[in-house]
Every structure is written in C-alpha cells, then in structure tokens.
C-alpha cells in the first residue's frame, strides 16, 4: 500500500539523509503584507452584495484566487497572509500549486472534468484503474473505497454501510428481503427501517448532514430546530497538559470513558435500538483539537468488535499527511484496521475506505447520481505524486516539531494566556484562557498577515498545507509572539 510506504519513508528519513524538500512555490510572498483594515473596502463592497443574496454572516474576506500562491493567501484588496489554516484543513499544496495547474492542460483528462459522469452507471474507462493507482494505493490497508463529493456525504453513507452490514449479520445467510420489510421500510417503520443507533462523543463533529449531525456535538448553531435521533453519546477523554506529566489522571480518564462506552452499547440494546456502529475522529477537531491515546482507541476497537458494532474512524480533518502520517490513526497501531475511514478535504474528493464485510451485497443500497468527481481524483494524483517525490510527510514532522517547540516556549513564558499546547504533526492547537481571549488573538494574527483557526471553546488550531516549511513557521511564531506580547 503506498500509505505504507510514504510512511516508511518518513520513518528512514533521517538515517538515509534524505533532502529537505524544495516546497517553495515561485512567486510566493517573503512574509505577509497588510495594506488596509480586514475586510478592507473591496471585501466589504463584495459582501454586501453578497449578503443581499444569501446569510453570509461567516464570510471573513474575499480572496483572489488567481493572485493566490504557494502558502499565501491574497485578498481582493491585496493584503497577502501567511495562511495556517488553508479552508479549513483543506489545500494539500498550498495555492495554485504548479503541478496541479498541469492536470487539466491534459486534454482526457479535461474531458473528464467537463463530461462529468454519473459514476455509479455511466463511468469513464479510465476510473477502475485511478481508483486502484490513486486512492487504493493510499488505502490504510482497507480493500475498497466508495467515493463521495463532501466529508459530510462520505459520513453519511457509511453510516448506512454501517446500518446494512449490522443487519446482514442479524440476518445471516438469508440475503431476501420479507414483504413486511419491503413495505415497512417505505412508511419508516420497523422492520423494514429498524431501530439501530451509531454512538458518537461529545465533541465530535462528523457533518451536517441529517444522519451525520445527529452524531456532530461541536456547537448548538449547527443542530438548533433540526430534528434528530435518540442515539447514545459518550464522553471523550479530556486530558491534563502536559502529557508526559499527568499520565495517571489521563488513563483514569481513558478507563472511565471506555466504561461509559460499554455502558451506553449495553443501555441501548436492552431499549432495543442496538449500537450498529461507533464513530470517531482520531483527533476532535471543530470541538476543540482534543486528543485520546493510542491505547484508547486500541481499546475502543476492542469493544467494538466484542459488540458487534462496525468501527468507523473519520478521517475528514485528520488525513492526508497532516499529522506526519497519511492517515492520523496509524499512530495508534491498531490490531487491524478500522471498518471504515472515511476522507474528504485534503483529499480534495470525498468518500471511505472500507472492509468487504462493508460491501454491500446489492446495487443502488449505497448510490448517488455522481458519487464523486473524477477531477478530484486527476488533482490528488498530482498531489500524492509531488507527496511523493517531495517527502513532505517528513516536512510536516520537522516543521510540526519547530511550530510545537516554539509555541510550547510561548505557553511557558505566557502561562496567563496560554495553555494545553498539542497534536501531531503540524496538526497542531494551543487553549487560549478564555474564549474572548482567544477570539482576540486571532483577529489580532490577522492583522499581522496570519490567518489561524479556532475550535472548540477556548482553542487556536493549525491547519497549514503539507508545503508549509521552517521559515514559514518562523514567521508564524514571530507574529504570534508580537500578539501574546502584545496583550494586555
């Protein structure tokens, strides 16, 4: 598996020598340059026209894609950012990257694009094998992938592989469907539609999506007036910082919330809606960058399998090289795979890895008009490539290393401001006292030409491209420094 293998790379890095990746685009800026206030005047003059079109309470600035470049982001006014937090975890290569400009000069390829198929009855002749050469080659030792448009669709389907693969065990070698079940599930009743839940933490977010967002706890405004579902949620670990000193209160925190865990499996069965599934994200994002341990999810697996639910690891945020691994999970050295992991983002087109236990036995049962785009798969191409031959896994473990030093050595001098520095790679997040603090310096990092994330109550996340070198994180740091220096 090439996941496997770009890793081992990383892991022989430093006994083979291997060169520093050459990562910088041509004509990216030296540092951030900020000309007017944020928005500036173009910004706003673009927002109120769009605003008289739709709620666009959440647009920040307008960009210009076409000056964007390499890890700076430039806006319609011309103020140029050092950006760390690339759409939400999402820009691989940073802006405009110049292997990725080549992909569509390819006239098939552009016919691709263009002529976008109904891949589930109509697809190209070229998607069997880009399937197997781009995401089966990165596959964390699953077999097969089903691809989706957005991290909210990829969680979404794989809750009903989820839902169908707990009901073929439940119903064994007999793979007919009874009348009653035909015709119960087109009215929402049982047993056709049967009552079986997925449990989920508190904290996680896996989507907006009806099914998904009953399992997305991150912040009331994405689930206020939506209807939802009765199904259980447990805690996550939250954690003591620094680790190293408080591993005895964080494995009682594991040991309690692997209790609740089986508790809440045991609950539901005896209500009669069974546990199909779990869901989790390797590391919490939107709900504030909150870790667990390898052990802990070594353990959660375990409970998994021992209750016949499915385990399903979402990897939205957390993959594509991120942490230092293609895959956040791998860090954990499961005894065997998940389930399922499903992928979006960074991977720039959206879908799940998944067992051929999930596989299911009929055509239509996991199914959309487009199930994804075969541009998207042209694009990652040119990204695991340049990933690739550019080993710039192991530009995030030593740019992750020198972010994590220096805003450790923040969090040291600033004790009043700054707490519970963590995360893996350049994956990377810092709790701020309070929330208004937080909000503050992050307004703050923008003036000075640094765009960063928060999450969660309190905070700060890094999000950059896998491109994001040392004297990037110099100036990051730099910036930050002059802002926590700066509060009052």
């Not at 950012?81 to 999402?90: C, E, K, R, Y």
């Not at 956040?328 to 991977?347: A, Q, R, T, Y």
Request: charged share 25%.
């Amino acid at each position: 598996m090439w996941a496997r293998h770009i890793n081992s790379i990383v892991q022989n890095a430093g006994k083979t020598g291997s060169r520093t990746a050459a990562t910088l685009v041509q004509g990216e800026p030296k540092q951030p340059s900020i000309k007017t206030d944020i928005p500036g005047p173009n910004s706003k003059k673009l927002l109120e026209e769009l605003n008289s079109i739709n709620q666009s309470g959440s647009v920040q600035l307008f960009a210009d894609y076409d000056k964007s470049i390499g890890n700076y982001l430039i806006d319609v006014d011309g103020n140029e950012f050092l950006d760390a937090f690339t759409q939400i975890s999402s820009v691989p290569l940073g802006y405009n990257h110049p292997e990725m400009l080549k992909v569509f000069t390819d006239e098939s390829k552009l016919k691709a694009l263009v002529n976008r198929p109904a891949l589930g009855v109509f697809p190209g002749n070229y998607w069997p094998s880009k399937l197997k050469s781009v995401l089966l080659a990165a596959s964390p030792g699953l077999p097969n992938v089903t691809t989706m448009m957005c991290g909210s669709c990829s969680n979404e389907n794989a809750y009903k592989s989820l839902f169908i693969t707990y009901r073929k065990h439940q119903r064994g070698e007999n793979v007919n469907f009874s009348e009653l079940e035909n015709t119960s599930c087109m009215i929402n009743q049982p047993p056709g539609a049967p009552q079986l839940s997925i449990l989920s933490f508190h904290g996680a977010f896996h989507g907006r999506t009806m099914g998904t967002l009953a399992t997305t706890h991150s912040k009331a405004i994405h689930k206020l007036d939506i209807p939802s579902l009765d199904w259980p949620i447990a805690h996550f670990p939250k954690y003591k910082y620094p680790l190293e000193e408080n591993i005895r209160e964080n494995k009682a925190e594991d040991d309690k919330c692997l209790a609740e865990v089986e508790d809440l499996i045991e609950k539901y069965n005896k209500k009669g809606v069974p546990v199909a599934g779990i869901v989790i994200e390797p590391i919490q994002s939107e709900g504030g960058d909150n870790e667990a341990s390898p052990e802990f999810f070594q353990r959660l697996q375990k409970i998994a399998k021992k209750h016949g639910a499915g385990f399903l690891i979402d990897e939205v945020q957390t993959g594509a090289g991120t942490t230092g691994k293609m895959w956040c999970h791998e860090h954990f050295n499961l005894e065997s795979p998940p389930d399922i992991v499903s992928f979006s983002k960074k991977m720039l087109i959206g879908g799940f890895y998944h067992s051929l236990d999930q596989r299911p036995q009929q055509p239509y049962r996991i199914f959309n008009t487009w199930l994804g785009d075969p541009g998207k798969i042209f694009l990652l191409e040119a990204v695991l490539k340049v990933v690739k031959e550019q080993n710039l896994l192991n530009q995030v473990i030593k740019t992750g290393a020198k972010l994590k030093s220096g805003i450790l050595a923040l969090e040291k001098e600033y004790s009043n401001l700054l707490n519970s520095t963590r995360g893996r790679g350049s994956f990377l997040a810092v709790n701020a006292t309070t929330s208004a603090l937080r909000d503050d310096i992050i307004g703050r990092l923008k003036k000075k030409g640094v765009i960063v994330g928060s999450c969660g109550d309190h905070s700060i996340r890094l999000r950059p491209a896998l491109t994001f070198q040392e004297h990037h994180a110099d100036i990051l740091l730099d910036r930050f420094r002059e802002v926590v220096r700066e509060t009052k």
